[in-house]
Protein backbone atom coordinates (compact mmCIF):
# COMPACT_ATOMS: atom_id res chain seq x y z
CA UNK A 1 0.00 0.00 0.00
CA UNK A 2 1.00 3.46 -0.41
CA UNK A 3 1.98 5.67 2.66
CA UNK A 4 -0.63 7.95 3.38
CA UNK A 5 0.79 11.71 2.47
CA UNK A 6 0.85 10.06 -1.28
CA UNK A 7 -3.35 8.78 -1.04
CA UNK A 8 -5.10 10.39 -4.10
CA UNK A 9 -8.35 11.03 -2.61
CA UNK A 10 -10.77 9.34 0.55
CA UNK A 11 -13.12 6.90 -1.38
CA UNK A 12 -16.39 7.48 1.16
CA UNK A 13 -19.21 5.23 0.54
CA UNK A 14 -21.67 6.61 2.67
CA UNK A 15 -23.33 4.94 5.44
CA UNK A 16 -26.21 3.36 3.59
CA UNK A 17 -24.10 1.30 1.04
CA UNK A 18 -21.60 0.83 3.85
CA UNK A 19 -24.26 -0.81 6.21
CA UNK A 20 -26.86 -2.08 3.15
CA UNK A 21 -24.63 -2.76 0.49
CA UNK A 22 -21.56 -3.75 1.31
CA UNK A 23 -20.69 -5.77 -1.12
CA UNK A 24 -20.88 -2.77 -3.48
CA UNK A 25 -18.62 -0.95 -1.38
CA UNK A 26 -16.27 -3.95 -1.78
CA UNK A 27 -16.80 -3.75 -5.27
CA UNK A 28 -15.35 -0.30 -5.38
CA UNK A 29 -12.61 -1.00 -3.54
CA UNK A 30 -11.48 -3.84 -5.98
CA UNK A 31 -11.97 -1.62 -8.77
CA UNK A 32 -9.86 1.16 -7.88
CA UNK A 33 -7.50 -1.22 -6.95
CA UNK A 34 -7.09 -3.11 -10.12
CA UNK A 35 -6.80 0.07 -11.68
CA UNK A 36 -3.73 0.81 -9.00
CA UNK A 37 -5.89 3.94 -8.19
CA UNK A 38 -4.69 5.47 -4.91
CA UNK A 39 -7.07 6.09 -2.53
CA UNK A 40 -7.67 5.98 1.69
CA UNK A 41 -10.34 5.07 3.34
CA UNK A 42 -11.95 6.12 6.85
CA UNK A 43 -13.33 3.99 9.56
CA UNK A 44 -14.10 6.89 12.13
CA UNK A 45 -15.37 9.35 9.94
CA UNK A 46 -19.43 9.39 10.80
CA UNK A 47 -22.39 10.10 8.27
CA UNK A 48 -22.44 12.94 6.51
CA UNK A 49 -25.32 14.07 8.08
CA UNK A 50 -27.78 13.93 5.07
CA UNK A 51 -30.81 12.73 6.02
CA UNK A 52 -30.55 14.21 9.52
CA UNK A 53 -30.73 17.85 7.04
CA UNK A 54 -33.26 16.83 5.16
CA UNK A 55 -35.93 15.45 7.68
CA UNK A 56 -34.98 18.99 9.82
CA UNK A 57 -32.33 18.18 12.55
CA UNK A 58 -30.42 20.98 12.26
CA UNK A 59 -28.39 20.50 15.21
CA UNK A 60 -27.62 16.98 14.74
CA UNK A 61 -26.66 17.56 11.08
CA UNK A 62 -24.03 20.22 12.60
CA UNK A 63 -22.88 18.16 15.55
CA UNK A 64 -21.48 15.58 12.56
CA UNK A 65 -20.48 18.34 10.05
CA UNK A 66 -18.17 19.80 12.74
CA UNK A 67 -16.94 16.08 13.73
CA UNK A 68 -16.31 15.03 10.08
CA UNK A 69 -14.60 18.66 9.24
CA UNK A 70 -12.39 18.01 12.03
CA UNK A 71 -11.26 14.61 10.70
CA UNK A 72 -10.66 15.47 6.98
CA UNK A 73 -8.81 18.30 7.90
CA UNK A 74 -6.39 16.67 10.18
CA UNK A 75 -5.95 14.25 8.05
CA UNK A 76 -5.33 17.01 5.49
CA UNK A 77 -7.79 15.49 2.70
CA UNK A 78 -8.16 17.62 0.31
CA UNK A 79 -10.13 15.44 -2.68
CA UNK A 80 -13.01 13.37 -1.55
CA UNK A 81 -14.72 10.67 -3.78
CA UNK A 82 -17.77 8.72 -3.09
CA UNK A 83 -20.54 6.63 -5.06
CA UNK A 84 -23.73 8.58 -3.52
CA UNK A 85 -25.47 11.44 -4.81
CA UNK A 86 -26.54 12.32 -1.06
CA UNK A 87 -23.52 12.35 0.19
CA UNK A 88 -21.88 14.14 -2.46
CA UNK A 89 -24.09 16.72 -2.81
CA UNK A 90 -24.10 17.11 1.11
CA UNK A 91 -20.20 17.61 0.75
CA UNK A 92 -20.30 19.85 -1.90
CA UNK A 93 -22.99 22.28 -0.19
CA UNK A 94 -22.86 22.07 3.09
CA UNK A 95 -19.46 20.93 3.66
CA UNK A 96 -17.36 23.06 1.17
CA UNK A 97 -15.08 20.75 -0.17
CA UNK A 98 -14.16 18.86 -3.21
CA UNK A 99 -16.02 16.07 -4.23
CA UNK A 100 -16.87 13.96 -7.08
CA UNK A 101 -18.81 10.87 -8.14
CA UNK A 102 -16.64 7.35 -8.72
CA UNK A 103 -17.69 7.75 -12.47
CA UNK A 104 -16.06 10.80 -12.68
CA UNK A 105 -12.71 9.54 -11.46
CA UNK A 106 -13.01 5.93 -13.47
CA UNK A 107 -14.14 7.64 -16.53
CA UNK A 108 -9.88 8.31 -17.08
CA UNK A 109 -9.58 4.77 -17.07
CA UNK A 110 -12.04 3.57 -19.96
CA UNK A 111 -8.64 2.86 -21.96
CA UNK A 112 -8.33 0.16 -19.28
CA UNK A 113 -11.84 -1.39 -19.68
CA UNK A 114 -12.06 -5.00 -21.67
CA UNK A 115 -15.11 -4.46 -24.04
CA UNK A 116 -16.55 -7.60 -22.27
CA UNK A 117 -20.74 -6.99 -23.44
CA UNK A 118 -22.24 -7.00 -27.05
CA UNK A 119 -25.80 -5.93 -25.62
CA UNK A 120 -28.11 -3.25 -25.12
CA UNK A 121 -28.35 -1.49 -21.65
CA UNK A 122 -30.61 0.70 -20.02
CA UNK A 123 -29.31 3.94 -17.78
CA UNK A 124 -31.57 5.62 -14.19
CA UNK A 125 -30.64 8.98 -13.89
CA UNK A 126 -31.06 9.68 -10.17
CA UNK A 127 -32.39 13.19 -9.82
CA UNK A 128 -30.20 13.36 -6.52
CA UNK A 129 -27.12 12.64 -8.57
CA UNK A 130 -26.31 15.22 -11.66
CA UNK A 131 -23.68 12.99 -13.75
CA UNK A 132 -24.44 11.70 -16.73
CA UNK A 133 -22.19 11.87 -19.62
CA UNK A 134 -19.19 9.35 -16.92
CA UNK A 135 -21.16 6.59 -16.80
CA UNK A 136 -22.69 6.24 -20.01
CA UNK A 137 -18.60 6.59 -21.51
CA UNK A 138 -18.04 3.59 -19.31
CA UNK A 139 -20.65 1.66 -20.49
CA UNK A 140 -19.69 2.53 -24.01
CA UNK A 141 -16.21 1.20 -23.23
CA UNK A 142 -17.93 -1.60 -21.61
CA UNK A 143 -19.25 -2.38 -25.01
CA UNK A 144 -22.63 -1.47 -23.95
CA UNK A 145 -25.10 -0.13 -26.22
CA UNK A 146 -26.99 2.19 -24.29
CA UNK A 147 -30.82 2.57 -24.80
CA UNK A 148 -32.21 5.92 -22.99
CA UNK A 149 -35.29 5.70 -21.02
CA UNK A 150 -37.58 8.11 -22.42
CA UNK A 151 -37.18 10.86 -19.65
CA UNK A 152 -33.47 11.13 -19.10
CA UNK A 153 -30.85 13.06 -17.43
CA UNK A 154 -32.33 16.09 -16.06
CA UNK A 155 -35.51 15.33 -17.15
CA UNK A 156 -35.55 12.05 -15.28
CA UNK A 157 -38.42 10.37 -13.08
CA UNK A 158 -38.45 10.61 -9.68
CA UNK A 159 -37.92 7.03 -8.81
CA UNK A 160 -39.97 6.42 -5.15
CA UNK A 161 -36.71 6.73 -2.91
CA UNK A 162 -36.50 9.83 -2.29
CA UNK A 163 -37.70 11.82 1.11
CA UNK A 164 -38.19 9.08 3.29
CA UNK A 165 -41.00 7.67 0.86
CA UNK A 166 -40.10 3.75 0.96
CA UNK A 167 -40.80 4.12 4.67
CA UNK A 168 -43.31 6.50 4.69
CA UNK A 169 -45.37 5.89 1.72
CA UNK A 170 -43.87 2.58 0.16
CA UNK A 171 -47.17 1.90 -2.17
CA UNK A 172 -46.68 5.43 -3.65
CA UNK A 173 -42.57 4.81 -3.65
CA UNK A 174 -43.20 1.59 -5.69
CA UNK A 175 -45.86 3.17 -8.08
CA UNK A 176 -43.27 5.57 -8.91
CA UNK A 177 -40.49 2.94 -9.29
CA UNK A 178 -43.03 1.01 -11.57
CA UNK A 179 -43.07 4.37 -13.64
CA UNK A 180 -39.49 3.87 -14.46
CA UNK A 181 -39.60 0.13 -15.29
CA UNK A 182 -42.42 1.61 -17.95
CA UNK A 183 -40.37 3.36 -19.59
CA UNK A 184 -37.14 0.47 -19.91
CA UNK A 185 -37.38 -1.66 -23.13
CA UNK A 186 -34.22 -3.57 -22.29
CA UNK A 187 -33.38 -5.97 -19.80
CA UNK A 188 -30.78 -4.70 -18.09
CA UNK A 189 -30.99 -1.44 -16.53
CA UNK A 190 -27.74 0.30 -14.98
CA UNK A 191 -28.21 2.59 -11.57
CA UNK A 192 -25.40 4.66 -10.06
CA UNK A 193 -27.14 5.93 -7.08
CA UNK A 194 -27.20 3.10 -3.78
CA UNK A 195 -30.30 4.08 -2.49
CA UNK A 196 -31.99 4.39 -5.72
CA UNK A 197 -30.19 0.75 -7.20
CA UNK A 198 -31.48 -0.46 -3.77
CA UNK A 199 -35.20 0.30 -4.62
CA UNK A 200 -35.33 -0.45 -8.29
CA UNK A 201 -34.39 -3.69 -7.52
CA UNK A 202 -36.70 -4.75 -4.44
CA UNK A 203 -39.19 -3.66 -6.67
CA UNK A 204 -38.27 -4.85 -10.29
CA UNK A 205 -40.31 -7.09 -12.48
CA UNK A 206 -38.99 -10.79 -13.29
CA UNK A 207 -38.10 -9.37 -16.75
CA UNK A 208 -35.74 -6.83 -16.28
CA UNK A 209 -32.58 -7.01 -14.30
CA UNK A 210 -31.27 -4.37 -12.05
CA UNK A 211 -27.41 -3.53 -11.72
CA UNK A 212 -25.01 -1.68 -10.07
CA UNK A 213 -22.43 0.06 -12.82
CA UNK A 214 -19.92 -1.59 -10.30
CA UNK A 215 -21.54 -5.21 -11.12
CA UNK A 216 -20.45 -4.81 -14.52
CA UNK A 217 -16.95 -2.93 -14.42
CA UNK A 218 -15.22 -6.55 -12.07
Known amino acids: ?52 FTNGYK ?15 DKRIKQLVTNSGNC ?6 YYGFSVQHITQVLVAYTNKFPVKFEEEISIYDSPSLPVYEEPREILDALGFD ?17 GGMIQNT ?7 ARSVF ?4 TKKLVVIDPLAYYHLRNNAPSRLEVIELSEVLL
Open 170 to 176: PELAKKM
Open 59 to 73: QDFEELRGKNIEIIK
Open 146 to 162: VIELEKNKDQSLLCGCE
Open 182 to 185: DMCT
Open 88 to 93: MQTFAL
Open 1 to 52: MFPFFKKKFLYFPGCFTTTVLPEIVANYEKILDSLQIPYIMLDDLGCCGAIA
